[in-house]
């Protein structure tokens, strides 16, 4: 197998770490708050998993989603397992506002406009709550 970076390194700020799965934050100045879950072992597909894999993972994306949720306060979530160019199981999780770059686009799109430096500020300043609370929710059995 060729090298993977998702194998290699961490992939962003590690929030949460178990045996299965790492929940990281990507330092994106554009997206505060931009997260990925990434499945640990090499595996390409969902369907590489155990349907109780599976479900850990995707419920672990619906926790990172509500603390997303919770702290950013966006107007949208972005969930998306692409995979293309890092064939390596993982989800993006993207606070949207109609105000970021590439709204209403995929942030992969062109952009749109610039966001204002500010109010990207207002969302950096979030950030310390989002990791307490993306710790919280995965904690949390429920």
Same mark, same amino acid.
């Given at each position: 197998?060729?090298?993977?970076? *998702? ?118 300043? *979030? ?16």
């Amino acid at each position: 197998m060729a090298t993977c970076e *998702l194998c290699d390194e961490s992939g962003g700020e590690i929030l949460f770490r178990n045996e299965q799965l790492r929940i990281v934050l990507i330092a994106d100045a554009n997206y505060p708050g931009f997260c990925r879950v990434i499945w640990n072992a090499h595996v390409k597909e969902m369907t590489d998993l155990k349907p109780e894999e599976r479900s850990a993972l995707m419920k672990t994306v619906c926790q990172v989603e509500s603390a997303l949720r919770e702290v950013m306060q966006p107007e949208k979530i972005n969930l998306a397992a692409l995979g293309n160019m890092v064939p390596h199981l993982h989800w993006h999780l993207i606070p949207r506002f109609t105000d970021d770059a590439h709204y209403p686009n995929p942030v992969w799109a062109v952009a749109q406009r610039q966001t204002a430096e500010d109010i990207l500020a207002e969302r950096r300043a *979030l950030l310390p709550a989002l990791r307490e609370a993306v710790v919280r929710y995965v904690s949390c059995t429920a």
